[in-house]
């Protein structure tokens, strides 16, 4: 075990403060990702500024109808608050998707948008992995990458999925990310957030030095629409996405006017299919416009050794879910 100092804070400012003292510093939230890395050595902090003391545990209507959530507000508190479960049904069911009633009871929302792959090889610390340490190579390309690795925005560097349910329906709705820093405050599209990997794996968000999340500020949710949030994994009981999707419909009668969708579990980030949703409106709700645009959305996938089956797997996440909720609303 190494050591790292300890800080608490109790307001973000003194948290930022506090964070620009370390070398290696990380903000303590849920700790339900950190400290299993630090047990397993992957992560290696000089300092843990704990934050749980800031008052960033509020859900609150905004006047324009989007709704403001603190960082340390719960992934249980979050999928149970009325308000989200009226208005954003996707994302309580993709935070109910997601990890274990204990876990979800300790990880925070802040936590959970910045949260790390899954990959074995990352995990292990010892096989070459750019994400843990840059320049090693990537172990996952040439090795067993049938379940936590992406099919869609890959590099030659790193091709690891984005593990988060919450952040793929985050990425349907429309978000932005309030940030403090040691410049103040800040906000970042949720889309501009999470980054591709690229030739710099190792770069994973777009937070700057020392900034800390204080916020996530959903998008008002589109009138008349229905959601929801379907997962297919090896196990229901406990286990990250093969593949997923978060679908958003405005049904007019027959046709949909307008659809979202966000794929988990095929993707380096958080995944969304613009091109497939323009497929989708106006058309009349059919199985073969499902399909068309479930195609759409995985055309530009690479897959890998073990992971071909993601391309058929996600196309299915699209095509049931857009089925179950345009039933839904024509019945
Ligand atoms: Fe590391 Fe990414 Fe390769 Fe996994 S896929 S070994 S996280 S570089």
């Avoid at 027959?254 to 969708?261: D, G, M, S, T, Y």
């Avoid at 416009?289 to 196309?315: C, E, M, R, T, W």
Wanted: glycine letters at 8%.
């Amino acid at each position: 075990m190494r050591n790292f100092d300890y800080a608490r804070a109790v307001s973000p400012a003194e948290a930022v403060r506090q964070h620009a003292h370390g070398s290696q510093p990380f903000y303590l939230a849920g700790g339900t990702t950190l400290l299993d890395l630090v047990k397993l050595d992957v992560m290696r902090p000089d300092q843990l500024v704990d934050i749980n003391r800031l008052a960033l545990k509020q859900i609150e209507p905004l006047p324009d109808g989007r709704l403001r959530i603190g960082a340390l507000v719960t992934n249980t508190d979050l999928a149970h608050h009325s308000l989200v479960r009226a208005r954003y049904p996707v994302l309580s069911q993709a935070l109910l998707a997601g990890a274990s009633t204990q876990l979800r009871n300790k990880a925070t929302t802040g936590g959970n948008v910045m949260q790390r792959v899954r990959c074995n090889y990352f995990r292990d610390g010892i096989s070459p992995c750019n994400k843990r340490e840059p320049g090693s190579g990537c172990a996952a390309i040439g090795g067993h990458n049938r379940s936590v690795h992406a099919v869609l925005g890959t590099s030659e560097h790193c091709i690891a999925t984005h593990p988060s349910d919450m952040c793929v329906a985050m990425r349907a709705i429309g978000a932005r990310v309030a940030v403090e820093g040691p410049h103040g405050p800040r906000e970042i599209d949720f889309a501009d957030f999470h980054l591709l990997p690229g030739d710099t794996p190792w770069k994973e968000h777009a937070l700057q030095a020392n900034e800390l999340i204080t916020h996530i500020t959903l998008d008002a949710p589109l009138a008349g629409s229905c959601s929801g949030y379907l997962k297919l994994r090896d196990r229901a009981s406990y286990q990250f996405a093969l593949a997923s999707s978060a679908v958003i419909v405005v049904m007019d009668g027959q046709r949909i006017r307008e659809a979202r969708i966000a794929m988990g579990g095929v993707g380096t980030r958080p995944w969304r299919a613009r091109e497939a949703e323009a497929s989708l409106a106006g058309q009349t709700a059919s199985m073969d416009v499902f399909a068309h645009a479930a195609s759409i959305a995985l055309q530009d996938a690479h897959p890998y050794a073990h992971n071909a089956y993601k391309v058929q797997l996600g196309q299915q996440a699209i095509v049931r879910n857009l089925r179950d909720l345009t039933s839904q609303e024509r019945s």
